[in-house]
């Protein structure tokens, strides 16, 4: 089932890059980031990459703007990590979800 395959393909990607993230990148601007989801899509050509970072507004964007400059580390991690046919192009994605959690459970508990 494709869906499975994707599922797989994802996690996988996710483990990679969270991996070389952490061991492989030495650029001062990446702060505390943690991979959260990876969106392959079906030709794997292209994979939206979800992180979240720990810390201000400005430490965000420059984490995300230093994991887009060293995005070929990154897909030369997944080449040799994830042996896939191709290696999808990364886009980085901040992943808003922990911010909205907090701001909904603030609402339930206001109520």
Same mark, same amino acid.
């Given at each position: 089932?494709?869906?499975?395959?994707?599922?797989?393909?994802? *996690?996988?990607?996710?483990?990679?890059?969270?991996?070389?993230?952490?061991?492989?990148? *030495?650029?001062?601007?990446?702060?505390?980031?943690?991979?959260?989801?990876?969106?392959?899509?079906?030709?794997?050509?292209?994979?939206?990459?979800?992180?979240?970072?720990?810390?201000?507004?400005?430490?965000?964007?420059?984490?995300?703007?230093?994991?887009?400059?060293?995005?070929?580390?990154?897909?030369?991690?997944?080449?040799?990590?994830?042996?896939?046919?191709?290696?999808?192009?990364?886009?980085?994605?901040?992943?808003?979800?922990?911010?909205?959690?907090?701001?909904?459970?603030?609402?339930?508990?206001?109520?």
């Amino acid at each position: 089932m494709a869906g499975d395959r994707m599922r797989r393909i994802d *996690e996988v990607m996710r483990e990679v890059i969270g991996s070389a993230i952490a061991s492989e990148l *030495e650029d001062p601007r990446i702060g505390f980031v943690t991979v959260t989801g990876v969106d392959t899509s079906p030709d794997l050509r292209s994979a939206r990459v979800y992180v979240s970072v720990l810390g201000s507004e400005e430490e965000r964007e420059a984490t995300l703007a230093a994991l887009r400059s060293s995005h070929g580390v990154l897909q030369a991690a997944i080449a040799r990590g994830a042996r896939m046919k191709y290696t999808p192009k990364l886009s980085f994605r901040y992943d808003d979800t922990p911010e909205r959690a907090v701001r909904l459970e603030r609402l339930l508990e206001d109520q």
